[in-house]
């Protein structure tokens, strides 16, 4: 019995015969190497720990022979053995040896313990900290072995739900992949910094939706703004890291709908000017999401610059343009121009139910559509999207976007209606900049929320009304 309670395990017969005068050289070697690994694996957490032990009792005396329990030294908070039963492979998990026995007792220099973790063809050193995707990973000591250990944050791009859609093509209908610029990002980035729309107040949301007259019979069955208006329809645009789909969606419907008006490609009007200047009731830095409904209100009272003249910069910065309700125009930041007239926009109004939507965009331009983002849809690659049901348990937000056109297309024998759509995370991602997504169905609520406005120089509305005399009501409610 030890002081502090480890007893050795009994056996019916203790002696244990020398090894040397029982067998032959080979069986010898073969049996030596079995000890090395051995003493290399997890049966003995102590072996890293520096001696000396056995090499520390005399000369005379310093390995026993057979099992004498007296034949051990101090070691942390308990003993070790330096006789022959202390190292017997028949009983795994009893070798209580002490760290230097194999080369005082047996002559053999095990293998140094490499302090080290191994990841994809590389070393890591203790301590090193190595990125995988979004997480952080340390290489660390864990008692008895290296081990990498990483954080657990939720990233934007996850393989293994890229190859569960990619594999399941029938099923979902679209492709994803793999976009280097969210690798290496957590999901609450892509959520607060690639999407920006907040959701208003409950009587916002319940505006009354205006009602066009017009028969559903004579709506195309596919149908894309840039075709119709060849030339007058902006290109997607990229917010970067700046969750700003409420002012870049905001500003692209008024810059095609003026387009459209003028017939001709007008300047693009500036996203920056309502990022920066439009503050009153919106969160503070402008990137973290704003509200819509104020954005059109902000438009609709002092207008907007061109691009050309307040470029867009990503961020919030110090609004430099005057307030003023009534002034024409103003002056530039951009040295290359001097002064920008001043662009505003008839009340906003909301559009509810499919076919209205299709007729407002046939009739008049591309609208604003609010949607709900999920995980997967930042993998978007090609097809017509909906959300996946793998996705729906992480953290979601809301986007607002374009929709430009519509159409329908066959999948494995059934008729599938979608929207046409622009994103606002540069051509590069999905099919060119713009995406295609379930029509008909509210797939994430893209069909719940839809806003446009008027030209504010177009002296009437493009569109028939059921009660002309309620448009002013309907458009301005809530607002």
């Not at 005068?21 to 102590?46: D, E, M, P, R, W």
């Not at 002559?107 to 302090?115: A, D, L, N, Q």
């Not at 387009?259 to 300047?267: A, F, G, P, V």
């Not at 893209?446 to 509305?461: G, H, N, R, S, Y």
Request: some cysteine; overall charge positive; aromatic content about 10%.
């Amino acid at each position: 019995m030890c002081n502090n309670g480890y007893q050795r395990p009994q056996c019916s017969n203790c002696e244990v015969q020398p090894l040397f005068k029982t067998l032959s050289t080979t069986t010898l070697l073969l049996l030596l190497i079995g000890f090395s690994a051995i003493v290399n694996s997890q049966h003995n957490s102590h072996w890293d720990l520096p001696g000396p032990y056995c090499g520390a009792r005399p000369l005379s005396n310093q390995c026993c022979r057979g099992r004498q329990d007296g034949c051990s030294q101090p070691i942390l908070d308990t003993i070790c053995y330096c006789d022959e039963f202390c190292n017997r492979t028949h009983a795994p998990g009893y070798q209580d040896c002490c760290p230097d026995y194999l080369p005082v007792c047996l002559g053999i220099r095990p293998e140094p313990i490499i302090k080290k973790c191994y990841l994809n063809g590389r070393f890591i050193e203790i301590g090193e900290t190595y990125k995988i995707n979004c997480n952080d990973c340390k290489c660390q000591w864990m008692g008895d072995r290296m081990d990498l250990i990483c954080d657990q944050q939720e990233c934007i791009i996850n393989s293994t739900l890229i190859n569960i859609v990619n594999n399941n093509w029938n099923r979902y209908g679209w492709r994803a992949r793999n976009y280097s610029e969210f690798w290496g990002r957590r999901l609450s980035e892509g959520i607060s910094l690639r999407l920006g729309t907040l959701l208003s107040a409950r009587k916002v949301l319940a505006m009354a939706p205006i009602s066009p007259d017009y028969d559903a019979r004579e709506l195309p069955f596919s149908f894309d703004t840039r075709h119709k208006w060849r030339g007058l329809i902006e290109l997607p645009r990229d917010q970067g890291w700046c969750g700003a789909s409420w002012a870049i969606s905001t500003v692209s419907v008024i810059s095609d709908r003026m387009n459209i008006h003028l017939n001709s490609h007008y300047k693009p009007l500036s996203p920056q000017h309502l990022l920066s200047c439009n503050v009153r009731n919106q969160p503070d830095s402008g990137c973290n999401g704003g509200h819509l409904t104020r954005a059109w209100i902000f438009i609709r009272k002092f207008g907007l610059v061109t691009e050309e003249c307040y470029p867009w910069e990503g961020y919030r910065t110090r609004c430099v343009i005057p307030k003023r309700k009534h002034a024409k125009e103003s002056r530039c930041v951009s040295p290359q121009m001097q002064r920008s007239p001043l662009h505003r926009v008839a009340p906003v109004y909301r559009i509810a139910g499919e076919q209205d939507i299709m007729y407002e965009i046939q009739k008049s331009g591309p609208v604003q559509a609010t949607m709900r983002v999920y995980q997967d849809f930042f993998t978007y690659g090609s097809g017509i999207y909906k959300c996946t049901s793998i996705a729906k348990e992480h953290r979601t937000g809301y986007h607002s976007v374009r929709i430009i056109g519509w159409g329908e297309e066959m999948q494995y024998g059934q008729r599938v209606k979608y929207w046409i759509a622009a994103n606002s995370w540069g051509e590069s991602w999905g099919e060119n900049g713009f995406f295609r997504i379930r029509r008909g169905s509210n797939d994430c609520k893209i069909e719940d929320f839809v806003l446009a406005a008027w030209a504010a120089q177009e002296k009437t509305a493009s569109i028939n009304f059921k009660d002309p005399t309620s448009i002013d009501n309907r458009i301005s409610n809530a607002i």
